[in-house]
């Protein structure tokens, strides 16, 4: 990853300034065949009590300690939606400065798993195309939907 990190909320004060720890986190767009050569791809809201409840982001979380993004991803992914990835394909990786943190986002694209989508965080989930039709969207998700843009196929028919 190169560059300054992406500011998010600039107006606002950022805690801990000057002592921050970049904090690693697994982030998995989850995408499916939408038939006549399309797709499509999963986004999720974020539960009551975290940071940006409400805003629509890509499930995933913090890494554990000694965990690579991918079993981090895994276990986040069973935890929040019930499934089991079973093919998960590291794709890009993004600093965000938040007024909260200071994070490295690390998406993977997730292209099987097992089992049956269930949210088990009260989230709210949507399949996706695009242009995105859920709001408001988290500012480390924005960046995803112009690569996914900029790959093709995710348009709406
Ligand atoms: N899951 C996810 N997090 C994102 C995205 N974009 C983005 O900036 N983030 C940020 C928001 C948070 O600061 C951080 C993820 O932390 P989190 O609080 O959701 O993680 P977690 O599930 O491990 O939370 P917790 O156990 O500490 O409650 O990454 C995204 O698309 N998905």
Known sequence: MSGAPLKADPQRARDQAGERQVVEVAVGVLVCDAGEGRQAFLMTSRPEGKVYAGYW????????????????????????LGVRATEVQPWRSLQVDYPHALVNLNFCKVLAWQGELAMREGQRFAWQDLPTRVAPILPGALPVLEWLQAEGGFERA
């Open 57 to 80: 982001e890509f499930p995933g979380g913090k890494l554990e300690q000694g965990e690579s993004v991918t079993e981090a991803l895994v276990r986040e992914l069973d935890e929040e």
